[in-house]
């Protein structure tokens, strides 16, 4: 589990592929403090430690993961968002995130507004995901709150913290980005589909 509080971001130094499978090389400040097999969310996306060096650790992400997501994406020289799987006890300074992007979205627009951020993003509604404004989005593994939520559109805004330590700041309209819904949302929308 994960809170949506990014830690550091990494730069991709290498991508391999092999088969459906593509292995990510990152370099960041926490790779030297990863061990093989831990759980760190690269983007939002939950992956395996699998291999390490000095200042850099490697994470496989399966077809099935690339087909949900924008690690496909993902160039020598990409920014990516790392967090590491939440220690009991520690603070949820986030919300409640699983690191099991749900599908992708389009960045709409980013606006400047006056010392802050306002970006929108579209995403397809037919796999029933919602959200609600003042609520919790996963945008690249960054826990948000929704200001403005349409049907397949919802709006966030980003004070400069988030904007500077994250890899938000190179998003653009036209860019891809994951999406984790809440995931208390998610079980409600469930109960409510099986009821009808």
């Not at 092999?18 to 960041?28: K, P, Q, R, W």
């Not at 609600?132 to 593994?141: A, D, F, H």
């Not at 929704?146 to 913290?161: G, K, N």
Request: proline share 1%.
């Amino acid at each position: 589990m994960f809170t949506g509080i990014i830690e550091t971001i990494g730069t991709v130094t290498h991508l391999r592929q092999e088969a459906g499978n593509l292995h990510i090389t990152v370099a960041s400040s926490l790779s030297d403090e990863l061990k093989i097999d831990q759980s760190v969310s690269h983007n939002g996306v939950c992956l395996t430690v699998v291999g390490l060096s000095p200042g850099e650790h490697t994470v496989t992400a399966i077809a099935e993961t690339l087909s949900k997501s924008n690690l496909g994406t993902l160039r020598v020289g990409s920014l990516v968002n790392l967090e590491r799987c939440t220690r009991v006890g520690d603070r949820l300074d986030g919300h409640i995130v699983q690191g099991h992007v749900d599908q992708t979205a389009q960045c709409l627009a980013v606006e400047e507004q006056q010392g802050s951020w306002r970006y929108t993003f579209r995403y397809n509604d037919a796999s029933g995901n919602i959200t609600v404004e003042k609520g919790s989005i996963t945008v690249n593994g960054i826990s948000l709150t929704v200001v403005d939520s349409e049907r397949d559109q919802f709006s966030v805004a980003i004070i400069p913290y988030t904007y500077e330590h994250t890899n938000l700041k190179q998003v653009n309209a036209g860019d891809t980005v994951n999406l984790e819904f809440d995931i208390i949302g998610k079980y409600v929308a469930r109960m409510m589909e099986l009821r009808r």
